[in-house]
């Protein structure tokens, strides 16, 4: 399955005084990717409910990691590449290669945890339903 493609364009507020992305930004970027390819496969949050499954599961970010290579710039068009790299029972990693002018820049890597929240008490780890998995596709 290819990669889900994410498009950024940089904006002046998203560059530090050494002319570059401010790291955190990187972080917002893959979210918004996320985000995207899971409008474009249709998920839809904790109301989603997967066949034969019930309400409420949902997933959060557990662990991040980014190694950066290089940085983008003021006015860059920076792709993200959204792949998930691996499926565990109630977890699973999604890599993000952020790239400018066909050079990887940055990886990110993010551990999610799939959860079932009932009121008044924290979210539980709960498995990844099939049907979840089956929308995003086959660890690469």
Do not use: K
Request: some cysteine; aromatic content about 12%; proline content about 7%.
């Amino acid at each position: 399955m290819a990669p889900f493609v994410h498009d950024v364009r940089v904006r002046y507020g998203e560059v530090d005084m050494q002319g570059v992305v401010f790291n955190a930004h990187y972080l917002a970027w893959v979210d918004d990717a996320m985000s995207a390819w899971l409008d474009a496969v249709g998920y839809r949050g904790a109301s989603w409910a997967p066949p034969d499954e019930e309400q409420g599961w949902d997933f959060m970010v557990r662990h991040a990691t980014l190694d950066w290579r290089g940085s983008a710039a003021f006015g860059d068009h920076a792709r993200i590449a959204c792949t998930v790299s691996r499926w565990g029972t109630t977890s699973f990693d999604v890599a993000f290669a952020i790239g400018v002018g066909g050079e990887v820049l940055v990886d990110v890597v993010l551990t999610y945890v799939g959860v079932r929240s009932s009121p008044g008490a924290p979210p539980q780890p709960a498995p990844v339903p099939d049907a979840f998995r089956s929308l995003l596709g086959p660890a690469t």
